[in-house]
C-alpha cells in the first residue's frame, strides 16, 4: 500500500496558523527575487535538479500561534524536518535524494529564544516515465468547501493532462491511482511527482508505519492506489 504525504491541518496539533513558519528573520532579506538563495534552490527543485550551490535556508520563524511539531509547514512545498524525523526517513529507502540544512527560529515575547536544526527532505528522482497515463485516475477537486470532486480518467499522456488542466484550472488535480510501468523501483519508499502536484511526496507502507510508530507529528497520510503492469 502507498499513501500521499500531506501536511497535518489540525489546529489542536500545529496550532491555528498555517503554514506553521511563514515569516523569516529580518537578517534574512529578499533581494532581488532571491531570499539568500532559497528561490532559486526551490526553482532547481521544481525541475528536479539538484543545486550547484549551498543554500542558505535559515531564517524561518514559527508562528506565535502554531505549536511545534517535528515536521513544520513552511512556504516552501517541501517536508522540512527535524533530526528525530530525519532519522527515521533515513532508515527508509529515499532513492536519489538529499537533506539540507535549515534553521527554525522560536520567538517569544519579541525574544528568539530558540533556534532549531531543521532540514529539507529533496528528492531527485523523476519517475513522470514510468506513469502509464491512461492507466492513471485523477482527482480533481473543483470545490474543496463543497467537496465538489470529480474523476478524470482518459489521459493519453502528460500532454493530455496539462491540455486538461489548462482548460480546467480551478481548484487542485491529483493522481487517484496511479498505474507504472515496467522498471520502476518498487523497493523505493519514498518519491515525489512534482508535475501532478504530489510535492511533499508518496509513502510506502514501511514508510507510513515508522513515521507513526515513532510518533513524528506534522503530517496526515491519503491512501493512493498504485498498480504495477
Known amino acids: 500500500m502507498y499513501f500521499i504525504i500531506k501536511r497535518e491541518n489540525n489546529s489542536k496539533i500545529i496550532g491555528t496558523d498555517f503554514p506553521q513558519a511563514w515569516k523569516f528573520t529580518k537578517e534574512y532579506k529578499k533581494e ?104 492513471t485516475i485523477f482527482r480533481h477537486e473543483i470545490n474543496l468547501v463543497e467537496k465538489q470532486n470529480v474523476y478524470v480518467t482518459g489521459l493519453s499522456s502528460f500532454s493530455a493532462y496539462e491540455e486538461y488542466w489548462q482548460q480546467n484550472n480551478k481548484g487542485l488535480i491529483y493522481p487517484q491511482t496511479i498505474t507504472l510501468k515496467e522498471g520502476f523501483d518498487k523497493t523505493l519508499d519514498y518519491f515525489i511527482i512534482p508535475k501532478l502536484n504530489i510535492f511533499y511526496g508518496i509513502a510506502s507502507e514501511k514508510l507510513k508505519t515508522m513515521i507513526e510508530d515513532n510518533g513524528i507529528t506534522g503530517l496526515r497520510f491519503e491512501p493512493i492506489e498504485i498498480i504495477f503492469k
Open 32 to 135: 532581488c527575487d532571491d531570499a539568500n538563495g532559497i528561490y532559486s534552490f526551490f526553482k532547481r527543485i521544481q525541475k528536479n535538479e539538484r543545486p550547484d550551490f549551498m543554500p542558505n535556508l535559515g531564517g524561518f520563524i514559527l508562528s506565535g500561534r502554531a505549536k511545534l511539531t517535528n515536521i513544520v509547514s513552511t512556504t516552501i512545498p517541501m517536508l522540512h524536518m527535524d533530526n528525530e524525523a530525519k532519522e527515521v526517513f533515513s532508515v527508509c529507502n529515499l532513492g536519489d535524494s538529499e537533506f539540507y540544512k535549515a534553521q527554525l527560529y522560536i520567538k517569544q515575547r519579541k525574544i528568539f529564544t530558540q533556534i532549531l536544526d531543521y532540514y529539507y527532505l529533496c528528492s531527485f528522482i523523476d519517475i513522470l516515465d514510468y506513469i502509464y497515463f491512461p492507466g
